[in-house]
């Protein structure tokens, strides 16, 4: 079966850094998606990595390691409005998205 | 540019009633998809469109029907409702498979089945 493992929950500090990991299990790969959402909206695109190694997007970075299946996402410099849910997605050989149920960061003064 | 849209935003039906959720978008994007949304669970496709006039079963269809007669609308239909079917719905789109092909997502609906 296909399977994308993530933390529930995780806390952080204003001004820290954080990481979250996924791990997956799937039937073919086609990339990684790490996607973020707010309570109560939409989950909003942050990071697509398809080759192993570190992308880097401001205070976000993302990494790959295809071989281990096996990705996080790094935040750094947390400000209060990163307290959401990060949700890791992996497309599989149908080029459908299958879904992490979400790591909610919650940011504490 | 609206993006994505859907309509209604919430709504609550009794069991055995029916709806149609209305998912627009403006972007002129292939594909679109149906998602639903459950606590302690990953997003889980419904259904799904790779063009106008083509419709697709995703991970869990049951109970659910869509048409996609214009590209830019895909429509999602609860033909009897089920108390399991309480949820919040996304619909999204992309361009076509290949390479990158970041999904973008409605502001969802929230469905309640009594």
């Known amino acids: 079966g296909q399977n994308i493992d993530q933390p529930t929950e995780m806390t952080a500090t204003e001004g820290a850094i954080v990481q979250i990991n996924c791990t997956y299990q799937?039937?073919?790969?086609?990339?990684l998606f790490w996607y973020q959402q707010h309570a109560g909206e939409a989950p909003t695109f942050l990071s697509y990595n398809v080759l192993d190694g570190l992308e880097e997007k401001g205070r976000f970075s993302s990494f790959l390691s295809r071989s281990k299946g096996y990705s996080y996402l790094l935040l750094k410099e947390l400000q209060m409005k990163d307290s959401a849910s990060y949700l890791c997605a992996v497309m599989d050989s149908n080029y459908q998205l299958i879904w992490g149920a979400g790591t909610k960061l919650i940011i504490k003064p | 540019n609206a993006g994505v849209t859907q309509t209604p935003k919430f709504r609550v039906l009794k069991t055995g009633q029916s709806m149609t959720l209305l998912c627009a978008q403006d972007m002129n994007h292939e594909y679109m998809y149906w998602y639903r949304q459950d606590p302690g669970m990953g997003l889980r496709l419904i259904h799904y469109?790779?063009?106008?006039?083509?419709?697709a079963k995703g991970e869990v269809p049951d109970g659910y029907n869509v048409s996609r007669l214009k590209k830019q609308n895909f429509l999602l239909g609860l033909e009897s409702a089920a108390p399991s079917q309480t949820s919040v719905y996304f619909c999204?789109?992309?361009?076509?498979?290949?390479?990158?092909?970041?999904?973008?997502f409605g502001p969802g609906t929230r469905l309640t089945v009594l």
């Open positions: 799937t039937s073919g790969f086609n990339g």
């Open positions: 999204a789109s992309s361009p076509p498979e290949g390479g990158y092909n970041e999904q973008f």
């Open positions: 469109s790779v063009g106008e006039g083509t419709t």
